[in-house]
């Protein structure tokens, strides 16, 4: 990835339904040879301005960040969940773990590295299993970093 991190990276560890969906759409632009459509990025203009789609909210609500692993069964919720936090953020931990190569900013094109496409064909099957993003949790040798 090109930018400065704008907030602390996430370990795969805390990996959520945010991250694990993303990985999902990652692999489905992979898959149809597409970059990432920014209609359907979660984007705080504040932390990455230049990334915001047209048309796109031009301002960020803290209830729209990332929920981390264990948010949805959680008693206090905002302790999962982190509130500048979005899906360029996501992106950005999902290619610090090693699962993504993020190819540039500009064009939008992002390929998942081999470890990447293992923990998709994990997701994937767990999905088919009846999971869902948010209860999925890879195999420890599939967590790359």
């Excluded at 970059?35 to 301002?59: E, F, G, S, V, W």
């Excluded at 990332?66 to 959680?74: P, Q, S, V």
Aim: aromatic residues 8%.
């Amino acid at each position: 990835m090109t930018t400065a991190p704008t907030t602390e990276r996430v370990t795969p560890e805390k990996f959520g339904k945010d991250h694990w969906s993303l990985l999902a759409y990652v692999e489905t632009l992979v898959v149809d040879n597409q970059p990432i459509d920014r209609r359907r990025m979660r984007c705080n203009p504040t932390t990455h301005p230049l990334l915001t789609a047209p048309y796109q909210h031009k301002r960020w609500e803290p209830q729209w960040g990332t929920r981390l692993k264990g948010y949805f069964d959680a008693h206090d919720k905002a302790a999962h969940q982190l509130p500048e936090h979005d899906d360029w953020d996501c992106l950005e931990d999902l290619d610090a773990a090693g699962l993504v190569e993020f190819q540039t900013l500009t064009s939008g094109i992002v390929r998942l590295t081999p470890e990447g496409r293992r923990v998709a064909n994990e997701l994937r099957e767990h999905k088919q299993n009846g999971g869902n993003f948010a209860s999925f949790t890879p195999t420890p040798e599939h967590v790359a970093r």
